[in-house]
């Protein structure tokens, strides 16, 4: 089987600073792979240079495209990468204000996305964005209303269909859950497992929330100050703990 | 079908002061199909150790860890996600699900898992859950408000929805009532007749003694000395 996504030797450095150093993992088809780690630990930094939205200073980022096979995004021109992240890629950011546009309706989001992939129909987008607000439990009769009126929660959850109507193979997630109260957090896990099962999706999820990776993802990265210090089977990371730094986050969580 | 050859585990504890623990040592067994076998000595004797080690939550220090052919303890995380999707079904003492997830649905789970069509597996979700008497009025809420022992069974519904060839089972009959431990331990019985290969834990004797086929008294394989 042929990896999904080959990362290789990521580096990315701001001035002297290293932003993240010599990361290296293949994802495979319907994977779901969390990077934990403490705030400053190089893991947004690293989601950020694989999506594209930040150039790394050294290594690849080799995608099994539909058309060509694998290819390396770093090098691609920004018209196929722009194409990619359009199409095959979905980004789902923290705050779902900056992956909404604002001033546009909640059917209008969805539909936008489609649109930029061809699709001309009005009717047939707004149906298919009706069915996605319905997917993520938004009631259809919001479908004229603005983002800037639904609560933190829906928008997340719009800013999720948003993303994935146009059934993507691939989504980086940076914190999705971060913000937002644990019980709307639930419904947010399940749903995005649900997602994931149905529409075999690969995954790589950002948080530094331990109890989302383990009901989210199948394996699990721990970063610290720029580098991987342990990676492995979620719950093996997590309940059998090899690194020192792993050990002292898994003990520092609160139990409830 | 079950395999340990030579394996060892220990635990290092960087954060108070780099203490080693050393767990396990030579642990070897075999479990053939069809065959049940008893992990038994005193608690801390290191039971559910040896059963997470071969369920791959333990990284095991040293020797190998066959199931099924596959070495669990080198294996990549996805052969493993595999090898507990098709091959290993584990009952563990408590049930981890997301919040919100109908029972039904939580029960029926691995079967959807392993690409069984969703009816199907509904069906096979209800005729576990009828049998263990959990109400049908439940299956449609979260197990996380259950009280322990619906919860208990209903993990085991779930661990039993697949027909794993080889299953660890952690205490199964723990917490339940005389007529919800009889139709446990059928399923263990049914479990063996279709081939599976089955290490168990059993605080229960009378039940250890019908559906074990022989004992391993894990003592054997505990370091000694603590270092």
């Known amino acids: 089987m042929t990896p999904l996504l080959q990362v290789k030797s990521i580096e990315k450095r701001y001035g002297a600073r290293i932003g993240c150093s010599d990361v290296s993992f293949d994802l495979f088809p319907g994977e779901v792979m969390g990077i934990v780690g403490e705030s400053g630990s190089g893991k947004s930094t690293l989601l950020n240079c694989m999506a594209g939205h930040l150039e790394p200073d050294a290594g690849q980022v080799i995608f099994d495209t539909r058309a060509d096979g694998p290819v390396d995004t770093v090098t691609m021109s920004e018209p196929e990468r722009r194409m990619l992240s359009r199409t095959d890629w979905a980004f789902v950011h923290q705050h779902a204000r900056d992956g909404l546009r604002m001033s546009v309706s909640a059917g209008g989001n969805i539909g936008e996305r489609l649109m930029a992939v061809g699709d001309r129909h009005y009717g047939d987008i707004r149906d298919r964005a009706i069915d996605w607000l319905g997917r993520v439990e938004i009631e259809k009769s919001r479908v004229d209303d603005r983002p800037s009126a639904f609560s933190g929660g829906m928008q997340q959850r719009l800013q999720i269909a948003r993303n994935l109507v146009t059934g993507p193979r691939l989504v980086f997630m940076d914190e999705p859950t971060g913000g937002l109260d644990v019980s709307v957090q639930a419904r947010l896990l399940d749903l995005l497992r649900g997602l994931v099962r149905e529409m075999g999706l690969s995954a790589i999820i950002v948080t530094h929330d331990l109890a989302v990776v383990r009901l989210l993802a199948d394996r699990l990265m721990v970063m610290k100050s720029g580098h991987v210090v342990e990676a492995g089977l979620t719950d093996q990371v997590l309940d059998d703990p090899q690194h020192a730094y792993t050990q002292l986050l898994v003990s520092s969580v609160l139990q409830v | ?227």
């Open chain 2, 1 to 227: 079908m079950i395999e340990l050859i030579n394996v060892s585990k220990s635990f290092t504890l960087h954060n108070q002061g780099s203490a080693v623990i050393p767990v396990m040592q030579g642990a070897s067994l075999n479990v053939a199909a069809g065959e049940c076998v008893a992990l038994t000595g005193a608690s801390g004797a290191g039971k559910s150790t040896l059963m997470r080690v071969v369920y791959g939550n333990y990284l095991a220090a040293s020797g190998r860890v066959l199931v099924g052919g596959l070495d669990v303890a080198k294996a990549e995380p996805r052969e493993i996600l595999a090898l507990r999707r098709e091959t290993l079904g584990y009952v563990s003492q408590f049930l981890r699900v997301v919040p919100r997830v109908p029972t039904l649905e939580v029960v029926a789970e691995p079967l959807l898992a392993v690409g069984c069509d969703k009816q199907a597996a509904l069906d096979k979700a209800a005729g576990l859950l009828r049998r263990l008497n959990i109400p049908e009025r439940l299956w449609s809420l979260s197990p996380t408000t259950f009280s322990g022992g619906e919860q208990q069974r209903v993990n085991i519904a779930r661990g039993f929805a697949h027909d794993y060839p080889a299953m660890l089972l952690d205490e199964p009959t723990a917490s339940l009532d005389a007529q919800n431990r009889e139709t446990v331990l059928s399923l263990i019985e049914e479990a063996k007749e279709r081939g599976a290969a089955i290490v168990g834990i059993f605080h229960d004797v009378e039940a250890r003694n019908r559906v074990c086929d022989r004992e391993i008294n894990v003592s054997e394989f505990t370091p000694g000395m603590v270092a």
